[in-house]
């Protein structure tokens, strides 16, 4: 999924669990897509294909962006909720994570066991690029509408 949709979601669920102070946002963005930084060598290196299908999938990954990934994070966020004093803060930031891993899953194409496999795994919520375009489209406008009208001054 794109960005902007990882920072709406994420904002909107932490709203929901949380409430969400300004304080809180920076955190947001943040863990919304730091893991997405692994994508940056790809994207640099592969940039005139990336740009004319709109897609890097899950080769664009490293090891960071799976399972042993998810175990490196969880084994940081376990320290942090014993060493920092804002719990609140660590909380966000491990949801923001955890939703970061659960939509990639959901939507996208994975290999949960790399570098030991190559073999993806995707539940096929959409056939085509153009499907998948449409959908992060719909959905990203969708939570977008979400946190327009949530902001809405009365």
């Given at each position: 999924?794109?960005f902007?949709?990882?920072?709406?979601?994420?904002?909107?669920?932490?709203?929901?669990?949380?409430?969400?102070?300004?304080?809180?946002?920076?955190?947001?963005?943040?863990?919304?897509?730091?893991?997405?930084?692994?994508?940056?060598?790809?994207?640099?290196?592969?940039?005139?294909t990336?740009?004319?299908?709109?897609?890097?999938?899950?080769?664009s990954?490293?090891?960071?962006?799976?399972?042993?990934?998810?175990?490196?994070?969880?084994?940081?966020?376990?320290?942090?909720?014993?060493?920092?004093?804002?719990?609140?803060?660590?909380?966000?930031?491990?949801?923001?994570?955890?939703?970061?891993?659960?939509?990639?899953?959901?939507?996208?194409?994975?290999?949960?066991?790399?570098?030991?496999?190559?073999?993806?795994?995707?539940?096929?919520?959409?056939?085509?690029?153009?499907?998948?375009?449409?959908?992060?489209?719909?959905?990203?406008?969708?939570?977008?509408?979400?946190?327009?009208?949530?902001?809405?001054q009365?």
């Amino acid at each position: 999924m794109n960005f902007l949709f990882h920072i709406l979601f994420n904002y909107t669920i932490v709203s929901l669990v949380f409430g969400v102070t300004q304080r809180d946002i920076w955190v947001i963005v943040l863990f919304s897509v730091i893991l997405d930084l692994d994508h940056l060598p790809y994207i640099i290196k592969n940039l005139k294909t990336v740009i004319r299908y709109l897609h890097f999938g899950s080769g664009s990954r490293t090891t960071s962006h799976e399972l042993i990934g998810l175990t490196f994070f969880s084994i940081i966020a376990a320290t942090a909720l014993i060493v920092i004093r804002d719990k609140r803060i660590v909380q966000i930031a491990i949801l923001c994570l955890i939703l970061h891993y659960a939509i990639d899953f959901i939507i996208g194409r994975t290999r949960p066991l790399h570098p030991y496999s190559k073999t993806e795994v995707f539940l096929q919520f959409y056939k085509t690029r153009r499907q998948r375009f449409v959908l992060e489209a719909l959905l990203t406008i969708a939570f977008g509408g979400i946190f327009f009208l949530s902001h809405v001054q009365r």
